[in-house]
T-cell receptor, first 113, second 114 residues
Framework: ETGVTQTPRHLVMGMTNKKSLKCEQH?????MYWYKQSAKKPLELMFV???????ENNSVPSRFSPECPNSSHLFLHLHTLQPEDSALYLC????????????FGDGTRLSIL | GQQLNQSPQSMFIQEGEDVSMNCTSS?????WLWYKQDPGEGPVLLIA?????ELTSNGRLTAQFGITRKDSFLNISASIPSDVGIYFC??????????????FGQGTILTVHP
């Protein structure tokens, strides 16, 4: 599915680096989401944006900083990450409203050294 | 918070066999979604269910929204090697928001032997 594109696909960084993950959706959706997927754990919702406004921060540490400049683009800025932050980070989008299914990108595989 | 119990955690089957997996919760959901995730890719939506009791098919896949709104199952008939992957259920609820929140199960890892 190419409606939601994430870059980069893989990222290796040291704990003191600063990097950003990018997500772009071409589905005409107005809600965007960041999830963390770790081995043997359910997907964890991190952030939700509706019409560019952040509507959910699921107790995510401040070393993760989201940015949503418009309804089609979503960023996750990373700074001073910890080894336990290594995971697959998935972006999703949907139409606004209850019961709207979310469509996912292929994720960024993040490894913290 | 809401939790989903998805079972089984993994399945090893022969090509041609039928597969069944389910999700249960103590909470009521407005929507049930089933996703499949292939290695190195994101989850792909297979089936969306919106009404209690609803039974929906997508090719060899059939899913049902439990009548109590607390469970759902997914069946795959006549499995083929490309069915290999991780299957996730997700329950959707308003949760006091306007956008709806998804709660995901832990996933069922399906292996199909030719």
């Amino acid at each position: 599915e190419t409606g939601v594109t994430q870059t980069p696909r893989h990222l290796v960084m040291g704990m003191t680096n600063k990097k950003s993950l990018k997500c772009e959706q071409h589905l005409g959706h107005n809600a965007m989401y960041w999830y963390k997927q770790s081995a043997k754990k359910p997907l964890e919702l991190m952030f939700v944006y509706n019409f560019k406004e952040q509507t959910e921060n699921n107790s995510v540490p401040s070393r993760f900083s989201p940015e949503c400049p418009n309804s089609s683009h979503l960023f996750l800025h990373l700074h001073t990450l910890q080894p336990e932050d290594s995971a697959l980070y998935l972006c999703a989008s949907s139409l606004t409203g209850v019961n709207q299914p979310q469509h996912f990108g292929d994720g960024t595989r993040l490894s913290i050294l | 918070g809401q939790q989903l119990n998805q079972s089984p955690q993994s399945m090893f089957i022969q090509e041609g066999e039928d597969v069944s997996m389910n999700c249960t919760s103590s909470s009521i959901f407005n929507t049930w979604l089933w996703y499949k995730q292939d290695p190195g890719e994101g989850p792909v939506l297979l089936i969306a269910l919106y009404k209690a009791g609803e039974l929906t098919s997508n090719g060899r896949l059939t899913a049902q929204f439990g009548i109590t709104r607390k469970d759902s199952f997914l069946n795959i008939s006549a499995s083929i090697p490309s069915d290999v992957g991780i299957y996730f259920c997700a329950g959707g609820s308003a949760g006091g928001t306007s956008y709806g929140k998804l709660t995901f199960g832990q996933g069922t890892i399906l292996t199909v032997h030719p």
